[in-house]
């Protein structure tokens, strides 16, 4: 029979055993509630780190920075006192598709219309579009009869180097055609400048600015280096007609010049429209003598 210290001591035994299982489970609620505290915490920095990463604790949203759609390239007006100053289009914000009408209202006839090109040759649009707007071709000479077969205007100055004090870079220039010497004859192919192609032209070739070239023959240089900006829709005769002008020496041999002055009485652009450029042959118009 066990003495009365002996029940003691089991009795002490077994009360140290309960207070050591209390806080051995008072020890693991209390790691459990840091081990959530501390996620909950890990959790709501990782939002709000997402959150001031996307801008959300900007005073005012972000906004996506606009690509350029041209690239105007400054011209020194010291160096050339041929370039006129009107100022340089924006380089955001430009049309991209559809086309603009173009009319040119000349001293020789009807006027002559064309679709400029936006989605081809979106930078010659926008060119000859700021420009019409500042009235920059107007009572101006087209100076030149070109021997490829096209009318030469949009300088100021009517000496071949005339523009404003920007350039931009060729865009549309058609593919050379592959030459196959052991090939059968191809069939005719269409010409890499059809009559009433409206080109740019610059000096030097691919420094485009305010000159263009409306072409009254086919023309399929073996290289092409003309940017396509559109095609004439109406008054192509018109063109014609002024092609066939006799033409004198421009004063550096060339005989280029028309004898009779072509004078741009006005040339403006009309707003962009989503329909497709003309794929048709050019239309004529009266001309009106």
């Known amino acids: 029979m066990a003495s009365s210290r002996d029940r003691q001591r089991k009795l002490a ?33 990782i939002v709000v780190g997402s959150a001031w990463a996307l801008g959300a604790f900007d005073s005012e949203p972000k906004k996506q920075a606009a690509e350029d759609t041209c690239l105007w390239t400054p011209q020194d007006a010291t160096a050339n006192t041929n370039l006129k100053e009107v100022g340089t289009p924006p380089t955001t914000g430009l049309p991209t598709a559809g086309t603009r009408t173009m009319t040119v209202t000349t001293n020789q006839g009807g006027p002559i219309t064309a679709d400029l090109d936006l989605a081809a040759a979106p930078c010659g649009a926008a060119s000859i579009s700021f420009l019409a707007g500042k009235s920059f071709y107007d009572n101006t000479k087209c100076h030149e009869i070109t021997t490829e077969g096209a009318l030469r205007c949009g300088d100021p100055s009517g000496s071949g180097i005339g523009g404003p004090t920007y350039s931009f870079y060729n865009e549309n220039v058609p593919t050379a055609p592959e030459a196959n010497p052991s090939a059968s004859p191809a069939p005719a192919q269409t010409p890499a400048y059809p009559k009433g192609t409206v080109a740019m032209i610059g000096n030097p070739p691919g420094s485009n600015g305010s000159q263009f070239l409306i072409f009254f023959k086919d023309f399929n240089p073996p290289t092409p280096g003309y940017t396509i900006v559109g095609k004439v829709t109406g008054g192509l005769d018109v063109v014609e007609k002024i092609g066939a002008l006799p033409t004198v ?41």
Do not use: F, H, M, W
């Open 13 to 45: 035994r077994a009360k140290l055993d309960r207070q050591l299982a209390r806080r051995a489970a008072t020890a693991k609620r209390r790691r459990q509630i840091q081990a959530g505290v501390g996620a909950a915490v890990v959790l709501a920095l």
């Open 249 to 289: 020496d421009n004063g550096s041999g060339a005989k280029v010049k028309p004898k009779t002055d072509v004078v741009i009485q006005s040339l403006t652009v009309g707003e962009p429209n989503a329909a497709p450029a003309a794929t048709s042959a050019p239309a004529a118009s009266p001309s009106a003598g």
